[in-house]
């Protein structure tokens, strides 16, 4: 029997907040700020008055029959291609910071460069399995355009899979053009999802323009949508957690019933990163124990619905990478992990509730996906890997160190981490009792020194930034 202290809820737990969900649907509604959404939803019959729509639960539960439980995002290099969904999981890189920290704690506006260095860093890690979207906001690119040079980016410099524009409904058709420019006409991409885009509510009960539109194109493209709620407890929802998971769930499933509408069978995965309003600043924290919380909560009614789940994952409320960057990091990737999210966006990176990017932390946090991937790779409890012969053969009082099966086994068998430091005193002294941000300094460093560009089609780089010029010029 499965054990796990944190709170498994019971099938009548899931059942009320579905219920309340519902109740939430129906009577209060949801405001969608789109002429064409609430055509959509006028179009199949549902109740809309003004901009807000009304939902029965027959539709919700017509939407979530045609949501898929698990789908594929198609790499431009097959070999990296990811499924989402059941028990498989993706790390992404942090999202949508405005600043850069470096290791002495010191902050700066980002750069397209800083975007270009985390895609480098992406490409070479280990352990991230999809290229992010905005993992900084460049301020010295113009805001009108920068979404097409950080689409263009994450085409070029990394070959894994990659998040989609969701900036607007323009913005959003930009990506799916550039797409299909990659995969050799739009048409190979209609029924090939290349792209996972973040479709944010705007808490409480309301979804924006610039979200709705971008929903409805890549729906309509069969690209996929995380639709999320990020309600601080205590501010833009209930001081109550329940009150939170009751409320977001009713935002989450508003969005994956306009995406179902839109184009049936169309990937969706829900997704939230709600945590708790700190009372004493009113500012977000998502280094808080409910952050935890909540994602726990989350992968068990995304099961609920038969539905890939997203969450946080290295998330910190601390402005630097300290001990409570680390601590509040590891809690937050560690129950992502384990309480079953398919789709861990901020694994690695951010800092200070969302405000930075640092890569230093994103080493250290990269250093801990792979922690934790091995922590829940199962131990083999074969005959061959209990190895009885052996055990006997050493006998009462022997030792393992010099036995040819640990030679054979010696490199491979257990996690070795790259960052971390097992040093004893002395070798930690005389190698200049570097903390582990400094050691991080210097491998980003090599990291982005040895970054080698995948290769890519000439043909199709020069139609992809010649669509890029052609759009800024417009």
């Not at 809309?48 to 045609?66: D, N, P, Y």
């Not at 966006?345 to 091995?374: Q, W």
């Not at 409890?381 to 086994?409: M, R």
């Not at 490199?411 to 582990?436: C, V």
Request: charged content about 20%.
């Amino acid at each position: 029997m499965m054990y796990d202290r944190m709170q498994e809820m019971s099938r009548q737990e899931m059942e009320k907040i579905h219920d309340a969900a519902m109740d939430l649907l129906k009577t209060t509604g949801v405001a969608f700020n789109d002429k064409e959404a609430l055509e959509i939803f006028k179009d199949n019959g549902f109740k809309v008055e003004g901009t807000t729509v009304f939902f029965e639960e027959s539709a919700v539960q017509k939407a979530l029959e045609t949501a898929p439980k698990r789908f594929t995002v198609h790499a431009r290099n097959p070999e990296k291609n990811v499924e989402i969904g059941e028990d498989d999981f993706v790390f992404l890189p942090g999202y949508g910071a405005p600043f850069v920290m470096d290791a002495k704690g010191n902050e700066r506006q980002a750069s397209m460069e800083d975007y270009d260095n985390f895609c480098k860093l992406i490409q070479t890690s280990p352990y991230i399995d999809m290229n992010g979207w905005m993992m900084v906001e460049p301020a010295d690119m113009p805001h009108q355009t920068v979404h097409l040079d950080l689409n263009l980016s994450n085409m070029l410099l990394c070959d894994k899979p990659f998040m989609g524009s969701p900036v607007s409904r323009q913005g959003a058709l930009d990506g799916i053009e550039m797409a299909g420019i990659l995969w050799g006409g739009k048409k190979n991409i209609m029924d090939k999802t290349v792209s996972v885009s973040l479709i944010n509510s705007l808490s409480p009960l309301q979804f924006s323009d610039e979200m709705i539109g971008s929903l409805i194109e890549l729906a309509r493209h069969n690209q996929a949508c995380v639709v999320a709620s990020l309600i601080m407890a205590g501010g833009s929802g209930p001081v109550t957690l329940g009150g939170v998971i009751a409320l977001q769930n009713a935002e989450i499933l508003a969005g994956i019933t306009l995406a179902q509408l839109v184009r049936p069978g169309a990937p969706v995965i829900y997704g939230s990163t709600s945590s708790a309003m700190d009372m004493k600043t009113g500012a977000l924290s998502i280094g808080a124990p409910e952050l935890s919380k909540n994602i726990h909560l989350v992968a068990q009614m995304a099961r609920f619905y038969n539905l890939p789940s997203r969450s946080g994952g290295g998330l910190t409320d601390s402005l630097c990478t300290d001990a409570q960057a680390g601590a509040e990091s590891a809690l937050a990737l560690y129950t992502a992990a384990t309480s079953g999210i398919n789709f861990i966006l901020h694994a690695c990176g951010i800092l200070g509730s969302y405000i930075a990017m640092s890569f230093e932390k994103f080493l250290v946090d990269e250093e801990l996906c792979g922690m934790v991937r091995n922590m829940i790779k199962p131990v083999a409890l074969t005959d061959e890997a209990i190895d009885l012969d052996i055990i006997k053969q050493v006998g009462i009082g022997g030792q393992y160190l010099t036995h040819p099966k640990t030679f054979q086994l010696c490199r491979t068998e257990f996690y070795m981490p790259s960052l971390m430091s097992r040093k004893n005193k002395d070798a930690w002294a005389k190698a200049g009792k570097q903390h582990i941000y400094q050691i991080a300094e210097d491998k980003v460093a090599q990291r982005l020194a040895a970054y080698e560009r995948p290769d890519i089609d000439p043909d199709i780089e020069k139609q992809l930034t010649d669509f890029v010029e052609k759009r800024k010029n417009q």
